[in-house]
C-alpha cells in the first residue's frame, strides 16, 4: 500500500480548463467515461477532443462514481489520460493508491433551481437551529450561495468537512457521509443540498435530522435521524437466518476504488473463526445472477457499500452484520 499521489488540482469545473491541461502535457489521445444522463455531452467533448487533434476513446459502461475510474481500459486502447465526467476524485478508504495521476475530474453540476427552492421554502427548517451544510457534488457549486442565504436569515451554519473517501467539502457520496459525521457535535439538524432518500438517509445516520433542499421536488422535507437503523436490523437478520450455513462467499470487486482487500480479510478471518468455508470472488460490476449456481446462499459484499440491500434470491450482507456471529450459537450438522 501507498501513499494516494497529490497534484496541485484534481476536480475540475470547465471543460476547457481540462483541455487546456491536456495540450500542455501534449496527449494526443484520452478516454472520456461518465455516468448515464450526459452521454451526449461526452459526444460533445469527444467532438471538441477532435478539434484539437487529440484521439478520444470513449468508455462503453456507465460509471456510478470516482470509485470505477476507467483509466486501466483507456490505458490498454493507448491513451495517454482519462476525463472522468460526473464525479469528483475518490480516495480509497483503505488509502490504495488509486493510481490516477493521469485523471482529470470533471463533476456534473445539476443546472436545476436549487437556490430558488431553498429561498422560497426555508422557513420549512426550524427556528434558532444550528445547520450542517452538506449535499451531493450536483449541486455543492451552490453551497457558498446557501450558506450565505442561510446566514441572513439568522441562522449559525457550519460547512462540512471532506469525509473518507471525497475531495469536495461537504460532499456526500452513497458510501461516505463523513462530511456529516465529521461535524455533527456541533449542530442541531442538517441541509443537505440534493434529492432522493439514497445520500439524506446516509447522513442521518449522523443522528441529526436532515432538511433536505430538493431541486426535483421543489421543496425542503425532512429525512428523520438514524432512518438506516432498519436496514441494518433487515441485514442481521438476514445473518441470523444464515448462521448454519457452512459455504460463505466474499465478494470485493476489481474497480479501483470498491477493491476493498483489507475488508476482504476481516470478512474471511470472522467467518473461518466461526468454522465456515470461505470462498472469495471478484468482479467488475456485481450482479445477484453472477453469484447463483455455486450452492452458496450467503456473500458478504466488501465492495460497493450501498449495494448490500440490492440483492433479491440470495443473501447479501455487509462485513460489520457478521458481528451477530458472535452472539448466537452455530450448529453446522
Ligand atoms: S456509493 Fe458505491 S458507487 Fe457510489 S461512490 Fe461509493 S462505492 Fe462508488
Not at 215 to 237: F, G, K, M
Request: with cysteine; hydrophobic share 35%.
Amino acid at each position: 500500500m501507498t501513499e494516494q499521489k497529490q497534484r496541485a488540482k484534481w476536480n475540475y469545473e470547465e471543460f476547457d480548463e481540462v483541455l487546456d491541461e491536456i495540450k500542455d502535457e501534449g496527449y494526443d489521445k484520452v478516454g472520456l467515461q461518465g455516468p448515464d444522463g450526459i452521454k451526449e455531452e461526452l459526444l460533445e467533448y469527444a467532438s471538441k477532443l477532435k478539434e484539437h487533434d487529440i484521439e478520444p476513446v470513449m468508455i462503453g459502461a456507465s460509471t456510478f462514481g470516482a470509485c470505477g475510474i476507467a483509466d486501466e481500459k483507456a490505458e490498454r486502447m493507448g491513451a495517454d489520460a482519462l476525463i472522468h465526467v460526473g464525479h469528483t476524485r475518490f480516495l480509497h478508504p483503505e488509502k490504495a493508491d488509486m493510481d490516477d495521476i493521469n485523471v482529470y475530474y470533471l463533476p456534473y453540476r445539476e443546472d436545476r433551481d436549487l437556490m430558488g427552492v431553498l429561498k422560497e421554502h426555508y422557513d420549512e427548517i426550524g427556528e434558532d437551529e444550528t445547520l450542517g451544510l452538506v449535499g451531493v457534488t450536483q449541486y455543492m457549486d451552490r453551497a457558498e450561495e446557501a450558506r450565505e442565504f442561510l446566514e441572513e436569515k439568522g441562522y449559525e451554519v457550519v460547512d462540512g468537512k471532506t469525509g473518507l473517501r471525497t475531495t469536495e467539502e461537504g460532499q456526500v457520496l452513497g458510501c461516505d457521509a463523513g462530511a456529516a459525521h465529521n461535524i455533527s457535535h456541533k449542530v442541531d439538524a442538517f441541509v443537505f443540498l440534493g434529492s432522493g432518500h439514497f445520500h439524506p438517509s446516509q447522513v442521518s445516520e449522523a443522528g441529526k435530522k436532515v432538511y433536505v433542499v430538493d431541486p426535483y421536488q421543489e421543496h425542503i422535507w425532512v429525512e428523520p435521524a438514524n432512518s438506516l437503523d432498519d436496514e441494518t436490523r433487515a441485514e442481521h437478520a438476514r445473518v441470523i437466518k444464515h448462521k448454519d450455513k457452512k459455504k460463505w462467499g466474499i465478494v470485493t470487486s476489481s474497480k479501483k476504488g470498491q477493491n476493498y482487500m483489507m475488508a476482504v480479510q476481516i470478512a474471511k478471518e470472522k467467518l473461518e473463526k466461526h468454522g465456515k468455508d470461505v470462498y472469495i470472488f471478484v468482479e467488475d460490476r456485481i450482479f445477484e445472477s453472477d453469484y447463483k449456481g455455486y450452492g452458496i446462499d450467503v456473500y458478504v459484499n466488501c465492495a460497493c457499500p450501498r449495494m448490500t440491500k440490492d440483492w433479491q434470491d440470495l443473501a447479501f450482507v455487509s462485513t460489520q452484520a457478521l458481528d451477530v456471529l458472535d452472539e448466537v450459537e452455530i450448529n453446522h450438522n
